[in-house]
Each structure stands twice: as C-alpha cells, then as structure tokens.
C-alpha cells in the first residue's frame, strides 16, 4: 500500500464564450463565491470577481500518492475542474495549478513574547 498525501490546489482560468444565459447566472451568484466563499473540498470551491467577469479559481482538496506527485495532484484538480465548468455550462480556458502538499510542508510557529 502506497502513501497517501493531501494537497491543496489552487486552479485558475480565464472565462470564456459565456453564452448570455451562463453570464448572467454567473453575475447573478456573484456574492455567493466572493472571498468570503474560498474554501478547499474535494467537490471544489469556486470564486470569481462579477466586475470585470474575467477570471475565476477554483480550490480543491486532492489526496494521491505521494509517489505521483504534485504534479498529478494538479491534473486531478484540473481535471475536476473541467468536469465541474463544463456541467454547469461555463465556457473557460488557460486553467493552471498551484499545488501544496500539506505532508510535507514546513510550519513555521511563532515563539512565545517574553513578558
């Protein structure tokens, strides 16, 4: 049995060819994937900005083998991602990840202030 790590992944596009009906919707839930909305699930969250409606991220929750790697953890959101976009009818392009295994990540804690 390999070893399991947890990613979190960051997947950014750009919007495209939103017909009028997808644009308005979008518009529409603005509020509901504001920042406010950033959180990483496996199912993904998505956020954007309604002005200008340009660009949009979505935030995943990736557990892989660690022998894949980063890199397949990127592919696995991206993948999710485009599954995702493409149900809801939302046009897109350019995706790209940014991966973070939280496995192997270095916590720098603060000390204590000397009183």
């Not at 949009?56 to 991206?78: L, P």
């Not at 995702?84 to 720098?108: E, Q």
């Amino acid at each position: 049995m390999s070893e399991q790590h947890t990613y979190r992944v960051i997947v950014r596009g750009t919007w495209e060819g939103l017909s009028d009906r997808a644009r308005a919707r979008l518009l529409a839930e603005a509020a509901e994937h504001g920042m406010a909305s950033m959180r990483f699930t496996e199912e993904g969250s998505l956020t954007y900005e309604s002005s200008p409606l340009k660009h949009f991220s979505m935030r995943y929750v990736v557990v892989s083998d660690a022998a894949d790697g980063e890199e397949m953890a990127g592919a696995i959101a991206e993948d999710r991602a485009e599954t995702a976009l493409r149900g809801l009818g939302y046009g897109f392009r350019d995706l790209r990840s940014t991966v973070t295994d939280l496995d192997t990540m270095k916590i720098n804690r603060k000390s204590r202030s000397r009183r």
